[in-house]
DNA sequence: ATCTAAATAGAAATGATTTGCGTTTATAAT
DNA sequence: ATTATAAACGCAAATCATTTCTATTTAGAT
């Protein structure tokens, strides 16, 4: 007997956003939620035509896009290449590990943004519009 | 008259890199010290382009690399595109303040990332290798 | 003045991402 | 259930930053 595995709906997600459920968006989401690694737009592409027989790769850059625009998923900065990664998010404020060798994500939250602020209101005396905090390393499997 | 500029005399630090001192290395290590905002590659090769009548973008990208990999200059990652961007670096440990606006680049100094390793190390057992830690906003001129 | 490895220009290749456009499909109204 | 319509999509081609290749030039040492 397998383990019963509880997949999220993904339907009223979409729907609250205003995104027709597609099955190949769907399909993204449910990849992205069980994968713990991030991906290249080329990874989910290449996964997915096991389970499509005709998808497009512009169609992949298409959702990703439209997903991360609406806080669904994140992207991640890969340190070598000039390349997105995505993955999906889970709480609203967060930052990442991530693993340089497995690719595995993971966040962490510790933030001293709020710290940062500070210092830039007072000092600076800018205005904070968006941060960029990614910690890469290796991971407790990778060490 | 007109105000005295102390130009840095970059032959001695290229000298210290095994690099060559050439006329065109010089040139962008001076722009990029003279500039307060950062620039991408080909921002460069436009400015270059004025002083030297031939001169390749290859160049310009082969002596950038050089001197990201010799901490001399730092990526800037831009918030839309995925381009880089570069500037001068002043201090070893330091971190940007980038206006989304004008595009200038200001370091401050409060890092909480002795705090973020402590947490990656302690939950995650992880090893941190490097960050990214980039805020992006408006600067005072610009707010 | 000469030599040699490093640096360069210019053209071409690469590779990720985007665009254009005609077709298909999800969804809401009938 | 059928239909209408805007959103999604596939595919091909375009775009654009970056890299590679190769022959030539040049900085710096002898």
Not at 72 to 90: A, W
Request: charged share 30%; hydrophobic share 35%.
């Amino acid at each position: 007997m397998e383990a019963m595995e509880a997949k999220t709906d993904y339907q009223p997600l979409l729907k609250s956003l205003g995104l027709k459920s597609t099955p190949k968006r769907l399909a993204m989401l449910e990849m992205l939620d069980g994968e713990q690694a991030y991906l290249s737009p080329e990874d989910i592409w290449k996964k997915l035509k096991r389970r499509f027989k005709s998808i497009g790769l512009p169609t992949i850059y298409r959702n990703l896009e439209e997903l991360e625009g609406k806080n669904v998923i994140t992207k991640v900065i890969h340190p070598n290449r000039q390349l997105y990664y995505y993955f999906c998010r889970h709480s609203s404020h967060h930052h990442h590990f991530v693993c340089i060798s497995c690719k595995k994500v993971q966040d962490f939250t510790s933030c001293a943004v709020a710290d940062i602020e500070r210092e830039i209101r007072d000092k600076i005396k800018g205005k904070v519009v968006s941060h960029i905090f990614q910690v890469n390393g290796l991971c407790r499997e990778c060490v």
